[in-house]
């Protein structure tokens, strides 16, 4: 069973943001430094994000000597894309991603 979890859309110089860090990107194949590709779902209203290969990567940090994966997403088409949403659901598959808007009505 994917696990899922609730993360606050923010504002970056204008854009929205998205922020994932931590052991969940990492147990679903997002490791430090990996690639991965981003797919936008314009009817469907979601992202999703594939591990393996891709044109970005996992960005790494550090916390208290422990290194932790990064998957900092902040552009226009964040709120655009969950246009009425404060927040999105993501869930964490195998090497999978998936990212949608909650509706603020349901939050």
């Known amino acids: 069973m994917n696990k899922k979890k609730s ?12 922020f994932l860090e931590g052991e969940l990107i990492r ?5 430090c430094g990996v690639p991965y ?7 469907g209203g979601e992202i999703s994000l594939f ?4 044109s970005r990567r996992v960005t790494q940090a550090t916390r208290k000597g422990k290194s932790r994966p990064i998957i900092d997403l902040s552009d226009s088409t964040i709120l655009d894309r969950f246009a009425g949403c404060s927040r999105v659901e993501v869930e964490f598959g195998n090497g999978l991603l998936i990212i949608r808007g909650v509706n603020n009505a349901t939050q």
Do not use: L
């Open 7 to 18: 993360y606050k859309i923010g504002n970056h110089r204008g854009n929205g943001r998205i």
């Open 27 to 31: 147990s679903s194949g997002f490791n």
């Open 37 to 43: 590709t981003r797919v936008d779902n314009i009817e």
């Open 51 to 54: 591990s393996g290969r891709g």
